[in-house]
């Protein structure tokens, strides 16, 4: 079994910048593909990037395409998300998960097997 546990969430003014971790621990996740998601109060989660098990692809929504880079640390188990130029309407709950095939991105959460408990990430005006 693989355990996520994200950081780095929180308060930030709009323009702001934060950096979120998912640790992954159980075992190693370095042959799995990661991606984050998030939820917006009312609204269904949604895709936020994708990175495959070598770190060399990835694939960002739109939405945060420029602002949003995702990485990951094999050594460390560890996925990124590094948020800059913040804005009101990135406020969710931010979730990792992990893809058992580590060529693929899918933007579909349904094909995802591991998820973390979220990290809550608030901007404001």
């Known amino acids: 079994q693989v355990q996520l546990v994200e950081s780095g969430g929180g308060l930030v003014q709009a323009g702001g910048s934060l950096r979120l971790s998912c640790a992954a621990s159980?075992?190693?996740?370095?042959?799995?593909?990661m991606a984050w998601f998030r939820q917006a109060p009312g609204k269904e989660r949604e895709f936020v990037a994708a990175?495959?098990?070598?770190?060399?692809?990835?694939d960002h929504a739109d939405s945060v395409k420029g602002r949003f880079t995702i990485s990951r640390d094999n050594a460390k188990n560890t996925v990124y998300l590094q948020m800059n130029s913040l804005k009101p309407d990135d406020t969710a709950v931010y979730t990792c998960?992990?893809?058992?095939?580590?060529?693929?991105?899918?933007?579909?959460?349904?094909?995802?097997?591991?998820w973390g408990q979220g990290t809550e990430v608030t901007v404001s005006l």
């Open positions: 990175i495959t098990y070598t770190g060399s692809n990835t």
């Open positions: 998960a992990a893809h058992i095939n580590g060529w693929r991105m899918p933007i579909s959460d349904s094909e995802y097997i591991y």
């Open positions: 159980g075992r190693s996740v370095s042959s799995y593909a």
